[in-house]
């Protein structure tokens, strides 16, 4: 996880740890939530991600 983490701030001065953390709960918990659909809508988890990390 810490390779991921160091990979979302690659492009930053410093990696952010608590930033990094919540942003990879937001993309596992929309990935959860939108499996776990009948019928999952890749769109729509992206869209609901756009919008998690927006708030970020």
Same mark, same amino acid.
């Given at each position: 996880?810490?390779? #991921?983490?160091?990979?979302? #701030? @690659? ?9 990094? @953390?919540?942003? &990879? ?9 939108? &499996? ?12 609901? &991600?756009?919008?998690? &990390? @927006?708030?970020?």
């Amino acid at each position: 996880m810490n390779d #991921f983490k160091q990979r979302l #701030f @690659s492009e930053q001065p410093e990696l952010d740890d608590i930033k990094a @953390s919540a942003m &990879l709960d937001c993309y596992f918990m929309t990935i959860i939530a939108g &499996l776990n659909e009948h019928e999952p809508q890749p769109d729509k988890m992206l869209r609901l &991600l756009t919008n998690k &990390l @927006s708030i970020l």
